[in-house]
């Protein structure tokens, strides 16, 4: 599976995080969880951090999966 990618975010004035994914909003986090999503993300790799805060770690291996014999009928 491809490694995450296209991922940024931007932390607000008003304590919050918007995350995003190639320029489009993925998820956006507020009080406690934004402060544990910005330890998290200081600790490890930030993309792979990203990637499993929105839910959006799965990307790219769908493609394969598709293609794979047990999933072609």
């Not at 320029?23 to 507020?30: C, E, I, N, P």
């Amino acid at each position: 599976m491809p490694r995450p990618h296209g991922f940024t975010y931007e932390q607000r004035g008003d304590h919050s995080v918007v995350i995003t994914h190639q320029g489009r909003a993925a998820g956006t986090l507020r009080g406690g969880r934004a402060e544990k999503f910005l330890a998290e993300v200081e600790a490890g790799d930030a993309q792979l951090v990203m990637a499993r805060w929105t839910g959006a770690y799965k990307f790219g291996n769908e493609r394969m999966a598709k293609n794979h014999p047990r999933n072609r009928r």
